[in-house]
Nanobody, 118 residues
């Protein structure tokens, strides 16, 4: 059974930074794709960033709204993905979820709240 545990959310002022972490427990040999999604009140869940590994190269993609401010990274030795969020804005306020694609299966974290005050 694979479980994802997130940490790092909280309350921050606009312009501040937070770093989210998501670690997978259970028997995992290879994680194809690690992603972060977010869902604000009254809105649909949206993709924030994703990172895939092909050989020794990582490929990352970002939503336009976070490009230049957020950085996704992964630590395959520890089955962990990170999201460094800088220059946070009030519109970044949401519950953030990590998502792992493993051998055709999808796993979600429980979500962590990020609140950015103006």
């Amino acid at each position: 059974q694979v479980q994802l545990v997130e940490s790092g959310g909280g309350l921050v002022q606009a312009g501040g930074s937070l770093r989210l972490s998501c670690a997978a427990s259970g028997r995992i040999f290879s994680i194809n794709l690690m992603s972060w999604y977010r869902q604000a009140p009254g809105k649909q869940r949206e993709l924030v960033a994703g990172i895939s590994n092909r050989g020794r190269t990582n490929y990352a993609n970002y939503a336009d709204s976070v490009k230049g401010r957020f950085t996704i990274s992964r630590d395959d030795a520890n089955n962990t993905v990170y999201l460094q969020m800088n220059n946070l804005k009030p519109e970044d306020t949401a519950v953030y979820y990590c998502n792992f694609q493993v051998s055709g299966r999808t796993y979600w974290g429980q979500g962590t709240q990020v609140t950015v005050s103006s």
